[in-house]
Structures are given as C-alpha cells and as structure tokens.
C-alpha cells in the first residue's frame, strides 16, 4: 500500500538562549498537524531542530568563558526536554553541528560552486547579528535593522557571494503559478515586492570568525549561517547520500516558520534549490507572532514567557489548546494568562471536563458503568449523529486549510452538541420509568458513542486529553491505532466498561476579579460630555492602531439567563465566529438584532459576564433620553471589515 506522504518542518531554534512561548507555538502546530495527518492515514515526516553555528552563538560562548560547542550542547538538551513535556512527536531533531549536516551543507556549497553561481568578491555593508542577516544601506530604516529594528554592525570582508539575482525571474514565476506556495497571501505580496525591488547577490561566507561549516574549497571561510541552516531540510532526509529516501519526503510538504524568516524561506531557500535543480517546498506559511502587550516576545526585550513554567502551573494541555485556538493562525495573537484561563474554564473544564463527568456518572448510576445496547433512533438521536459526521468532515476541510483555531471553533460546536443532547434528553427522567429503558440505553449508547469521535477528533490538538478520555472511556482499542475512518457513527461497542475517574480539567479560580468592560456599554444612561480636545487626551495614531475595530455581523441573540441587561450574541466577524456579550437587553428585542452589521472591539481581553464569555465589545450610542443605539452599517461592507 503506497500512502500519501506529508513532510512538515518547523524552523530550527538558535540555542542563543531557552526556548519561549513562541517558539511552542510554531512547534505545537506543527506537532498538531503531524499527529493530524498521521490520524488521517498519511505517511508522515516531522522534523524540528537547532541551529547552532554563527556569530551570535560565538560571541554569547565567548562571554560565558565556554566553547560554542560546550554551550550549544546545555542548551539543546533543554530544547528536548521542553518538547518532551510539550507531547511533541518530531520523527528527527537535527543538529547542525552533526557531520551529517556538515556533509550536506559541504555538498550544496560545492555544487552551486561547480556550477557557476558562486564567486569570491568583497563584502562591504551591514550586519544583523541578533538575525545573522545582511543588509544594504538603502534597507536599513532609520539606520536599524528593518526586520527587528535593533543595531547593525559595518561588517567589510572577503566573501563568497550567491548569484541569486540570476534565479530571480525563475523564482518569480513559480511563485505567481503556484498560489498555495506563500502562505497567508498577505506574506506572499510582502514577498513579491521584495523580488521586484531587485535581489542583491547573496554573501555566502564569513572569515572574521570561525564557528561554522568549512567552505570546502576555501578553509579560511565558514559557511554563512542562513545557508547552512536552510540546508537542514535536506540533510534530514538523506541528502546527499540517501537518493531513495530524499526522493520519497522531498519536496517538503509545509515549511512552518514566523513571518519575520520567510524572506530567507521563500527567497533565498528557493533560489539554492533551483540552483540545485531540485524541485521547491510545497508550501511555506508564515505564521503571526505571539505578542506580550501587544509588543514581540523576544529574548532581548526580556518579556519572554517561560512554557516551563505555565506547564508546571497549568498543565501541557491547557496550553497547546489556548495556542491554537485563541489565535487565528497567520495574525498575531496575545499572550494572555487571564484569556488562558478563561479558556481552560470554558472549554475544557466546562464543555469538555463536564460532559464527561456528567455522562460517565450517569453511566455508572443507570447502567453500572457499561455501555448499553442502543434501540431505534429518534430525530435528536439522529442529528447528533449527523451533526458529529457534519463535524468530522468540517475539521477536515478546515485542518487542510490551515485554519487551526476554527477547526477547534468546530469540534467545540460538537462538544456544545453533545451537551445540549443531555439537556434534551434528560437521562434522569427516563430513568424514573422502566417503561423508558430502552430509550435510556439509546440515549447512554449515543452520548457516549459521541465522546468516543471527540476523543479521536481531539487527540492530535491535546494528546494527553485524548488518551484520558479513553482510559475513562474504557475502550480496549490503542488509541494511537485509531484514525480518521474509526470516527463512524456505530464504532463503540455496546458491553465496554468505563472507568469514571477524575474530572479531566479542574477549574483554576482566578486570583484577580474578572471586570465586566464588556458589559458597561448599556450602563450609563446619562447623555455623555464630549471632552474638548487638550493635550492630556490627545492619543496618537499608534494608538488608535492598537484598537482592532471590526465589522461582525449578528447570527444569534438571546438573553443572559438571570441578568435582565445582558444578551449574548454570535458574531461572524469574517471567517471566524465568536460570543459577546452585551448591556443592551433593555434597548432591543435580540431578533432585531439578527443581521446587523455592527462594529466590535475585537482584540479587547475575553471576559465572562454571569458565566458567559465575551471575546470583544460592540459600540454603542446612547441618546439624551437614555435609549440606547447599537453602531451598525449597512450589508453591503462584509463582515471582518476592518473600521479605520
Ligand atoms: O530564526 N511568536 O531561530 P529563532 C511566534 N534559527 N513565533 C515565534 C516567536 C513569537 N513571539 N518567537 C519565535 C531562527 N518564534 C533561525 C531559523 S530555520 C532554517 C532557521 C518562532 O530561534 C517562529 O517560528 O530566532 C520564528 O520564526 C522562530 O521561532 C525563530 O526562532
């Protein structure tokens, strides 16, 4: 049987210090999408790794008095031991110091040398030690480095240099005919205007220190970093030694890496492989960065989230799923510990944790803890049914699209579901009656029949959740057997004992109280004053760039369950759904709401009002008198529009 193969790689990490939440982030998806197409029955290859050469790594050995070889080695044994606590599955680590590495970086050196496209010349410009890249003065913004905008260093030396200018055409049109080639497309015209102001050829040594890869004709050279780093790819996979094996991963199926690297990955990494002749990455995405305050998570800013730590505090699964649910994959997201455990509450100790329990308990008091034989199915029987295979397939699609978080939006509808089936069916009351036994068992078969697909649907996002589902499920069957097809309606076995235990997500009590922002729109009923403009509260531009102002159009609405100010609405803000919750019961009728285009803060921190969360809030007026107007526009600008 010939499988699909699917070959995902996430950058390698400079060992220039520990690894921070956002290096996670990259590697958690990528862990997610290889256990997903390993579910799906692909034949999958993960690889991640370090990249420990160059001048950066040398200077941080240098100031700590050890060698670089010395330093990189503490530093990548805590790598691995983050991806161990992570639940992260990688096929392959590599090492750049490995001489498999060395061999391959040796190689591609040598033959886009013998062909032509590499020639000694003289370096002069600058340098980006912290992003080991070069720069030409006219790149440079407000003398800075225009990716991280930290200090350049004149750096002037003898080079070898890469004739990329000559593949630039070639590159060019790959790209324009290959649209799924730079992801998201954003990237991909940030990429194209790059091309188009014209590429410089490439420095592709360094001689004014020695931590690298030889260059193989010229010892008094080491290899610059970028282009050994992006080799690694290859070396992972046999090259050069292994035809037969680079043949059966190569291309790359997905390049993971943050978009402040895809210049390297989808120019200078494509121009060696069309210089090598071998054929380029499928596709590269460029995901968004993990911000702090709003501000990059790096280690020279020193506002770096420690995944150690929040593991030791909240546990690994928690935090795979905050990453890759609370940001939609591509933009920048924040960095939360209050929307983290709102998160955690909501959806895993409530949705998830609950239906579990409830159910498990009920099991155990109705039926001694097995699974009965089902009956006929009746209509809420079958929607369920349908709405789990409705699931599957959505998640599917949405998973082959990269739209990480909505495919977790969906399983969680499912989740929502199941337990809106328990309240519909009310298991308690059938009980009461032996005349409804039957019916009971239905009922029991079903809801836990559909924890048996969430498992397995969930497994690749928080593996260990899914594992303590089953065990809880008691199902004999490995559940790393299991895939995509095992998700049938009908898989479980009537007869299987479970094993109630613990609930899977206790709640975290907050040490702060969460404020209720969301909901103060419909508070003030006196008509508000107009500050007259001074300087104490002119704000900037900047800062007016910081708010995330929505067009969200109204799918649902309806009141807060003993809170007469409040509605609850879901808000399509584009592609993505969400709930807000609003103080406007007392202006509108929640249909009149249905269908409007309204406006929303979107990037305000998530909140629980009476047990209800709110990720945003929608803008509203009030009128002299005291009514209260929602701000809207009219249908013909589309949801996610962005107010400016
Ligand atoms: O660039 N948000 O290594 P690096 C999201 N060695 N992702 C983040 C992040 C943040 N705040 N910070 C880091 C290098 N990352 C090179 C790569 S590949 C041939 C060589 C993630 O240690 C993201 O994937 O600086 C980013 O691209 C990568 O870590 C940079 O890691």
Known sequence: MNKEKFYITTPIYYPSDKLHIGHAYTTTVADSLARWYKFCGKDVRFLTGSDEHGQKIQRIANEKGVTPQHYVDEIVASFKELWKRMNIEYDDFIRTTEPRHVRAVQEVFRRIYAKGDIYKSKYKGWYCTPCESFWLENRLEDGKCPDCQRPVELVEEESYFFKISKYQDQLLHH??????????????????????????????????????????????????????????????????DDEKQLNTWWPADLHLVGKEIMRFHTIIWPIILLALELPLPKTVFGHGWLLFDDDKMSKSKGNVVDPNALIDEFGVDPIRYFLLREISFGQDGNFNRRALIERTNSDLANDLGNLLNRSLAMLNKYFDGVVPNPDKLQDV??????????????????????????????LWQLIGRANKYIDETAPWALAKDAADHQRLSTVMYNLIEVQRIIALLVKSFIP????????????????????????????????????????IFPRIEFKEKVEAKTAESGKSQKQPQVKAISDE????????????????????????????KLLKLTIDTGGDQRQIVAGIAQHYQPDDLIGKNIVIVANLKPAKLRGELSQGMLLAATSADGTLEVVSVSNKIKPGSRVK
């Open 175 to 240: 790209i324009e005919t290959h649209p799924e080639f730079i992801q998201p497309e954003t990237r991909r015209n940030e990429m194209v205007n790059f091309i188009k102001s014209g590429l410089e050829d490439l420095c592709v040594s360094r001689t004014t220190f020695d931590w690298g890869i030889p260059v193989p004709i010229d010892e008094n050279h080491v290899i610059y970093v970028w282009f050994d780093a992006l080799t690694n790819y290859l070396t992972a996979i046999g090259f050069p």
């Open 464 to 503: 260990e959740t899914g594992v303590k589902i089953w065990q809880q499920l008691g199902i004999n069957d490995a559940l790393d057997d299991q895939l995509l097809e095992n998700t049938d309606w009908g898989g479980l076995q009537p007869g299987t004992r479970t094993k109630k235990g613990d609930p």
């Open 537 to 564: 509260n002119l704000i900037s531009i900047d800062d007016f760039a910081k708010l995330d102002l929505v067009i969200a159009q109204v799918l649902t609405a309806e009141p807060v369950k003993k809170a007469d």
């Open 381 to 410: 029987d079958c929607e369920l049914k349908q709405f789990a295979k409705d699931t599957k397939d959505k998640v599917v699609r949405l998973i082959d699209e990269l739209a990480i978080s909505d495919a977790l939006a969906a």
